[in-house]
């Protein structure tokens, strides 16, 4: 059988190995995780940025696309009234030969 000094001895040790692989543990995946941590960080701040761009550019699109619009439906109601106007001097004019 071993000694009583044997015994602690071999459970220090093993202890020790244990604490020691604990500080090794720490010392080398701490940064790993600190580096993930940073890298999940920067991609949600991107994905922020990103989606901000987008939604603005939408915005811009839409207000453009409303001017657009507005423009074409003025345009239009301007030829409306050319047309009509056209139509009622022809109709005017016809009047005026036949009284003449």
């Known amino acids: 059988m071993c000694s009583p000094f044997a015994v602690v001895v071999i459970l220090s040790f093993a202890v020790l190995v244990v604490l020691v692989s604990f500080v090794a543990f720490v010392v080398l995946v701490a940064p790993f995780v600190f580096a993930a941590l940073v890298v999940c960080t920067a991609g949600a701040v991107l994905h922020v940025v990103v989606a901000e761009v987008v939604v603005k550019q939408n915005k811009e699109a839409?207000?453009?696309?409303?001017?657009?619009?507005?423009?074409?439906?003025?345009?239009?109601?301007?030829?409306?009234?050319?047309?009509?106007?056209?139509?009622?001097?022809?109709k005017t004019n016809r009047e005026e030969n036949k009284e003449a």
């Open 62 to 90: 839409s207000t453009k696309a409303e001017q657009i619009q507005s423009i074409k439906q003025k345009t239009e109601k301007q030829k409306t009234k050319n047309i009509e106007a056209k139509k009622q001097r022809s």
